[in-house]
């Protein structure tokens, strides 16, 4: 690697973000396109993906493991119950996990691993509207010919 400052630009939010809104199976679970984002919106249920709390940034070199946030937010009226959020996130997370067998495009990262931080977590809004939170690592590098 040639550029040490690339490792700034692997962005594992984008790459994950980009990978579960083509997924067929996200797609087929979440009730069609266009319900996976960067923001809570409808149509509901939508998937939210955001930079996590955790990770690691290692030495800043090379390898990192951040932690991207998978947070599903159903309808505010309580629909899907409690164990469709929980299949539904279950299916996503699970999506994530085939990325590092995928061809990396463009200037996404390469993915190496992914794995969960914790556990899944109900935790609804203060309105009452479901929400459900899953963290996971996500070990990356920049792409070569980023570097």
């Given amino acids: 690697m040639t550029d040490a400052y690339a490792i700034a630009d692997a962005d594992p939010v984008a790459a994950v973000l980009s990978w579960l809104a083509e997924h067929p199976k996200v797609t087929q679970v979440l009730g069609g396109p266009g319900r996976v984002s960067g923001t809570r919106e409808a149509p509901w249920p939508h998937l939210r ?9 290692g030495d800043l070199t090379w390898l990192t493991e951040p932690e991207v946030t998978l947070e599903l ?25 085939e990325l590092p067998g995928s061809t990396p495009s463009g200037t996404h990262p390469v993915i190496s691993r992914v794995r969960p931080s914790g556990v ?16 996971l690592l996500v070990s990356l590098h920049p792409t070569p010919e980023s570097s």
């Fill in 49 to 57: 993906v955001a930079l996590g709390p955790g990770g690691s940034l």
């Fill in 73 to 97: 937010f159903g309808d505010p009226s309580g629909w899907p119950g409690p164990a469709a959020m929980s299949r539904i996130l279950k299916v996503c997370a699970v999506a994530v996990t």
């Fill in 120 to 135: 899944l977590l109900e935790s609804p809004l203060e309105t009452g509207q479901p929400r459900w939170v899953m963290g």
